[in-house]
């Protein structure tokens, strides 16, 4: 079955960086395009980035642009998102995702606080 597991979220002040790392498994994970959303309380589901099965092509939120980085390994399976220049707007749930066999799955999160 396919399985999105999130790391790397925390407690950052203003400025700073996170790392976030999505693991999957359950599919074959080079032909699939990837993404990652937020969610923020009380705000609805938003996308963040998003990544071609390659890794060739990435696109990202305006809010977010020049400031985060979506990249891929698909030996490790793996697909990361470099933010840097946090701001506390940025708080929220972050979540990876791929449509495959035409649903959406979901990670279940990881939690990005930006807060002095």
Not at 7 to 28: D, H, I, Y
Not at 75 to 87: D, G, P
């Amino acid at each position: 079955q396919v399985q999105l597991v999130e790391s790397g979220g925390g407690l950052v002040q203003p400025g700073g960086s996170l790392r976030l790392s999505c693991a999957a498994s359950g599919f074959t994970f080079r032909n699939f395009a990837m993404r990652w959303y937020r969610q923020a309380p009380g705000k609805e589901r938003e996308l963040v980035a998003g990544i071609s099965s390659s890794g060739d092509s990435t696109n990202y939120a305006e809010s977010v642009k020049g400031r985060f980085t979506i990249s891929r390994d698909n030996t490790k399976k793996t697909v990361l998102l470099q933010m840097n220049s946090l701001k506390p707007e940025d708080t929220a749930t972050y979540s990876c995702n791929v449509y495959f066999q035409w649903r959406d799955y979901w990670g279940q999160g990881t939690q990005v606080t930006v807060s002095s």
